[in-house]
């Protein structure tokens, strides 16, 4: 089997469904995913908001009439991250009188689709909502969180910055930097902190680098920065000046305070011929050895001899059938992801499991679960992990019967990541599994 796609054609556009709906939310993801798309579907609110914020998907498809909940409510919590960012946002109901889709669009909706849908301008409608997203995230140089240039204008400003070397005969010097352990800080604090807090990143970084130096916001809690005319000596100091610096920032929320780090890694170019590719990657391997080597703290490109040691992510395949617990081991040891290792077991059944201690294993745990099996089934699994201590480091992909909608429901309600449906297609499997680990990590 050939090795998985690269991660620019693995990165196709997610959409996020939210509905209790579960036999619509069958026929709306296979109609959607025959597109080409991946989805995400939710069932319960809670989870929704949770993995938003985690998959960062392309466009949100919002039911309003939900079970205990508005959808209302979730588009309010999801709209104060999207306002710094443009995401389409549809609502979705059966009732469509004109003061529910006024009041859909005051509150944030991009657009808003009437129930019993009509698959084939559903389909259409979502595609323009994506081409338009497409077309904007490739307009904008700014990111409008941070007010700093986004990795969209860093090819042009390397291009200059290599011109540069090459006309003055210096060097110069890119860093990448991220904060450390963020996540805590938006699973502690929430979102909306954790966007105060990039910001306040940004803020501190551009006012500690020279006017001649571009700063970028590369995605998520990175930022890039292209030191002009700079040896890696001159921004190691520099670096390491701001770290000491950035660690004496607190940060105050509803009365609790919090201080945090960064790491980063720089490498030094005095060549025309390094790419910006091959320039992200190297600087990126020195990011991760400093994140190996305890965190806050700058770690040179230049003077690094070994590659850093890769990421663990350890995967469980519980599944009775023998035959399909080897296509899925073949399926993971051909997925190659920059710094990620994969640790792959099986197991027979969700006792095994369980006896196993798997869960207690450092690293992320990636865990795929069969539906029906014998002494203990998926679903029984999957509740009792989400029960555990482990429950926030653990994802979860089921494996169902095409018509088990019963089943796809209570894994939805259960907290499950997403869902596959038996038989399924080897190519796309790997192709979700893929993607699915690269929006984790």
């Not at 910006?276 to 700058?298: C, H, P, Q, S, V």
Request: hydrophobic residues 40%.
């Amino acid at each position: 089997m050939d090795k998985v796609l690269e991660v620019r054609n693995v990165d196709v556009p997610l959409i996020q469904l939210i509905d209790d709906d579960v036999s619509l939310l069958i026929f709306l993801k296979e109609k959607l995913e025959s597109k080409g798309w991946m989805v995400i579907a939710n069932t319960k609110a809670d989870h929704a908001i949770e993995q938003f914020y985690s998959l960062h998907p392309d466009c949100i498809i919002i039911d309003i009439n939900l079970t205990n909940v508005s959808g209302f409510d979730v588009l309010a919590d999801i709209h104060k991250h999207t306002k710094h960012s443009f995401v389409p946002k549809i609502m979705c109901s059966i009732d469509n009188d004109k003061k529910t889709r006024l009041t859909a669009y005051q509150a944030g909706a991009d657009d808003f689709i009437e129930k019993p849908i009509h698959i084939d301008e559903f389909l259409i409608r979502i595609e323009r909502h994506l081409e338009r997203k497409k077309i904007f995230d490739h307009s904008v140089l700014i990111d409008e969180l941070t007010q700093v240039y986004n990795r969209k204008f860093l090819q042009d400003s390397y291009n200059r910055f290599i011109s540069d070397v090459i006309r003055t005969k210096t060097t110069g010097t890119i860093a990448i930097l991220d904060i450390d352990h963020f996540k805590k800080v938006n699973d502690t604090y929430g979102h909306v902190v954790g966007d105060k807090v990039l910001t306040a990143f940004a803020k501190f970084l551009k006012g500690n680098i020279r006017s001649t130096d571009t700063l970028f916001r590369y995605g998520g809690e990175e930022f890039v920065i292209l030191f002009q005319r700079a040896r890696e000596s001159e921004i190691m100091e520099v670096l390491n000046r701001m770290l000491k610096q950035f660690s004496e920032i607190v940060f105050e929320e509803d009365g609790e305070k919090f201080s945090l780090t960064f790491s980063g890694g720089i490498y030094e170019i005095e060549s025309k011929n390094i790419t910006l590719n091959k320039a992200i990657e190297t600087a990126d391997e020195a990011l991760y050895a400093a994140k190996e080597k305890g965190r806050n703290r700058i770690e040179s490109a230049n003077k690094m001899v070994h590659a850093p040691a890769k990421k663990l992510l350890n995967v469980s395949i519980v599944d009775d059938d023998s035959l399909i617990r080897s296509i899925l081991v073949n399926i993971f040891e051909t997925i190659d992801i920059k710094h990620i290792a994969l640790d792959v077991r099986v197991y027979e059944d969700g006792m095994k499991f369980l006896e196993s201690n798997r869960l207690e294993e450092n690293g992320m745990h990636f865990l795929v679960l069969d539906g029906i099996m014998p002494v203990m089934d998926g679903l029984e699994l999957l509740q009792i992990v989400k029960r555990t201590a482990y429950r926030h480091n653990a994802h979860i992909l089921m494996l169902t019967g095409r018509k088990s909608e019963r089943d796809i429901a209570e894994a939805l309600k259960l907290g499950a990541d997403d869902y596959v449906t038996k038989p399924f297609s080897i190519t796309e499997l790997q192709a979700r599994i893929t993607r699915l680990i690269m929006r984790m990590i």
